[in-house]
């Protein structure tokens, strides 16, 4: 940073607060930024100057600077004197320039402050919804601030990579065609086509495929999106994605990029070269060994399936489940010397969890089991168990049997509880390949596991196994979070037009919903591939911050509520009148949120 | 541009096609890309094959490789044979790869085409809406790739140098409060607080001065922002701006920050090193010499004053107009040999521009006016006129008596029509500063010359004489458009509170419409500055395009249209119920545009 060539009539300063160091002593200097801390001491006054670069304390005799005496916190203030070091054994080794000071004889005041709806420093925690309606106070606490400019650090990481592969930085449009693809539209009244609404979109998927048939070779975007979902744990009405795709590509060019794209991210922001390339794990295997499709691979303990141990067992609960088609599968939690009712609570969960009950288990001297089950299960199966799961003395071992998709529903979530390291520290990458096409709904149907512009691996497959058909699609897991998915594309429209009628869209429905688009596969469309990740959840994780709302400038509430401006608002019915649109009722007296205005 | 790196199962290629040269002859290659032009020449067929890269020219026995025999223009193949040179005289200068071919021994169709709506080169210009309708082959055409890539050069330009001074990118929210600053808000229905809105944002101007409050250095952002306006020229919905904002920084630093920005575009695109700083002219003087606020530089034809040369006149029709406060400039045209009909043809011109008439007069040899109103002007008046115009024989003078503003409005656009250079070949840039705060309207109350946010030069001025201050405000004009603008903002809470009052925005009004926002400058606000600028018109310009549209990937028609895509289109009733709105008329059947859906 050089703060001499920021300008300006009048130099509000000559330099930054990180830059006053011992080199500096007997300089003269002008700073400019916000009282940070203020105490008075035997007649003089010492505070903390922050800018944007750090502290610095500067310290100034009222009696010479009269205007020193109205200072308050977070009052805007330009400052010059000299830099001098401090006197012995006043430094402060917690700050950058804890060993200096300014010694100021101007000052001037060039805004003042009211009094604080909460201490800007990282130490306070303020309410998060005091937070928000202050964000401009918030923002300025060193944590904040550390997390936007990451944030523009990160994606100009993206831009480097990507630019220099001869990647085209493509804007597409924002007001677009309503096409309902899962998650509802938000949607724009148009007022030159009163009646007609463009839709906010849910991602530029349509759009960059366009561009591929356009003869863009490779294209990207940091593209805002928008979703309009109820909200769960920790989403925003709008996000950010780095948005890829390529020409004459596949799956192999696209996962190196994104690899080398994220490495640079990681670089930047936390100084560590991953290893390159990232693990892969198959869908179905991820499911088997950790009971999910995002796994997170920073700690063990890997689900067993340990159904044919008890092919033949005497245990009616289990010889039960698995005449019923179901599986029995188990995880060793390791030594947690856990009480009796902290045990019962792991039950407790995992009935929660939609299991029919938990078998938990704990490893003695010799390898038997200590379990209230223990008396049903024959000393083959005792001993098929240790072995499978490596049990050694003390470790806790969880057993589910159920169907194959609650098992891993439950274990896989048991062992996040148990084992998931606390915070971010250690970064585990990986991809997760050959998705299933298609999910089946619990009426049957079929529905797009990515989307509906998924290639199938396998035609034939596709057509006769719809419900075993492997896609080429991938997503990549970081510490057991999706930070994003990819796929190849179909390029085939007749393909298309398959993928439509096994997702039941009927001809005329796939016409009016999507025809436009299969309209453009016609004309020579090239084999493409891409990539989409969310870049408000990288940011969060790379930043060690449990939610991404603290990486992103101006969010909104759960509820899509901006406490600052107050906004959604009512608007002027003369206004919706233009727009051939009125309110179908009034505003909900009983909406919770509605004092939040 | 390294294919190999392109990965994928399988290579759909191993070189592009403007890698294809004479260094390569002997060596096999393997193509992808889209048969662009075909011939049969004695049994062989010879077509050009385009990529991302260029054009090279394909040889192909069909007795040896069967699939060429069903080649039709558009198909997506990719090709493998060996380059050679081509024989001595059948080479195509035009082309760079020219003088070599690739002699195919293997060819495989990726995907068909249907016959097309329009040819794909740049000779031939189709109608704009067939080309919106098929956007997708409208961007084959080897123009509008170089758009887009010049698009995405001037972009990546624009980061490097605000990157490199430590500026932050920020992405401020989309979903906003409705703040009415001129345009009119696109609205986006909230689900979750059903009756409320949010709207798009016309700018980020708001939000990057809060930043400014969060203790933000220097931001900047490529924005998405929103217009409802109808449609005049050259305008979309949607558009781009580079949106910059900085504390503790004034005019000066913006200007040299925006300079080079514009100089390292310039540079990329056309190769060209602008002379800096940009020249620059006061408003004032800009409205009388060129008769607007955005003058074109690339040529003179300055319009002169000459007021005081008829201050005794006993021309009626000018002493008229300078009793009534009027005034009479003019300018030379130069030596334009018009027939009388043209010369009528400029005054026909003048009068639907506004003025009461329009003098026009031919510079003869010995200095007197050949004119229909030579008869009343004296001779000393002639003298004058024609020195003060710098008048040679044969140039023609053009007055005008009227109003300031009417004289420098039809002067400026007269000026214009005679002069403007075509295209876009020389790039004269330069700042339009000193501009008044506040503009008068007919209904003699007061609006922001900018907005409502910009800082006066002088606070008592300001108070005292409101049509007569300036503001601390500037545009950056090019080739007489006006590419942004920008101002040192207001940052004292009072002083804002001051120009809504002269505004007429009542206490409370201001307190409902930006109460939020002057809240926030009541901590501590820094002094900052910014300047926001059109993306869209900048390349317009720089690509030498007519029209936005042409560097915009997927534009909208004048009305709003996507005739690609048919939005905006009706929705689910159900939908908008979900919402809390209802249609409030049917559409209007006797929109035009109807149709276009």
């Given at each position: 940073m050089d703060p001499t060539a920021v300008g300006g009539e009048k130099p509000y300063r000559t330099a930054y607060a990180a830059d006053v160091s011992e080199a500096k002593a007997g300089e003269r200097v002008r700073l400019a930024g916000w009282v940070a801390r203020r105490r008075d001491q035997g007649g003089v006054y010492f505070f903390d100057l922050r800018d944007v670069s750090g502290l610095v304390q500067v310290v100034v005799d009222p009696a010479e600077v009269p205007a020193a005496r109205d200072l308050r916190m977070e009052y805007c203030i330009t400052v010059e004197g000299t830099v001098r070091p401090r006197p012995a054994g006043m430094g402060n080794p917690e700050l950058a320039t804890g060993n200096v000071e300014l010694a100021a004889d101007q000052l001037e005041v060039l805004s003042r402050s009211e009094p604080l709806p909460f201490i800007i420093d990282d130490r306070s925690e303020a309410d998060e919804r005091l937070r928000l309606e202050y964000r401009y106070l918030d923002l300025r606490r060193p944590r904040m601030a550390r997390n936007l400019r990451a944030r523009s650090v990160a994606t100009a990481a993206m831009r480097d990579v990507l630019n220099g592969r001869d990647f085209l930085e493509i804007e597409t449009p924002t007001l677009i065609r309503s096409t309902p693809e899962g998650a509802r539209d938000m949607l724009v009244p148009s007022r030159l086509r009163r009646g007609d609404f463009y839709a906010l979109p849910q991602s530029p998927q349509l759009f960059k495929q366009l561009l591929m048939v356009g003869g863009v070779d490779r294209y990207y975007q940091i593209a805002r999106c928008y979703r309009d979902e109820d909200f769960r744990s920790d989403r925003q009405l709008e996000f950010t994605q780095l948005d890829v795709e390529g020409s004459f590509w596949g799956r192999e060019g696209v996962l190196e990029t994104f690899e080398a794209v994220v490495a640079a991210v990681v670089e930047r922001l936390r100084g560590v070269t991953l290893n390159l390339p990232f693990p892969r794990l198959a869908y179905a295997e991820a499911l088997l060994r950790?009971?999910?499709?995002?796994?997170?691979?920073?700690f063990g303990m890997e689900i067993s399936d340990l159904s044919d141990v008890f092919a033949e067992t005497g245990f009616r609960a289990f010889s039960a489940t698995l005449e019923a088609g179901g599986v029995i599968r188990g995880f060793n939690a390791g030594d947690r010397q856990l009480s009796r009712s902290q045990i019962d609570g792991l039950e407790t969960r995992a009935k929660e969890l939609g299991a029919k009950g938990l078998v938990s288990a704990v490893v003695e001297e010799g390898g038997s089991l200590r379990s209230p089950?223990?008396?049903?299960?024959s000393e083959p199966e005792t001993t098929a168990i240790v072995k499978t799961l490596g049990g050694a003395p003390g470790d806790l071992l969880l057993l589910v049997a159920d169907t194959a998709r609650t098992a891993a529903q439950v274990l896989g979530q048991l062992r996040l509880d148990v084992g998931k390291p606390a915070g971010h520290d250690e970064l585990v990458f990986l991809w997760v390949i050959d998705f299933p096409i298609f999910d089946e709904l619990e009426s049957g149907d079929l529905a797009p596991s990515h989307h509906p512009f998924t290639a199938p691996v396998d035609l034939i497959e596709m057509r006769e196994r719809p419900r075993q058909a492997i896609a080429k699609a991938y997503d990549l897991v970081l510490n057991g979070s999706e930070l994003g998915s990819g796929s190849v594309r179909i390029h085939d429209p007749e393909v298309q037009q398959e993928v439509f009628k096994i997702l039941g869209i009927s001809a005329e429905e796939a016409e009016s919903r999507f025809g436009w688009f299969v309209k453009a596969l016609r004309y020579g469309t090239p084999p493409h591939a891409g990539f989409a990740m969310g870049v408000d959840r990288l940011l969060a994780i790379l930043q060690r911050e449990t939610s991404i709302r603290d990486v992103i400038p101006f969010p909104k509430t759960q509820t899509g509520i901006d406490p600052m401006t107050g906004s959604p608002t009512a608007v002027d019915p003369t206004q919706l009148a233009e727009l051939g649109i009125a309110l179908r009722v009034g505003p909900d007296p009983e909406d919770p949120d509605r004092e939040d205005g």
């Open positions: 950790y009971g999910t499709d995002k796994p997170d691979l920073r089950t223990t008396k049903f299960l």
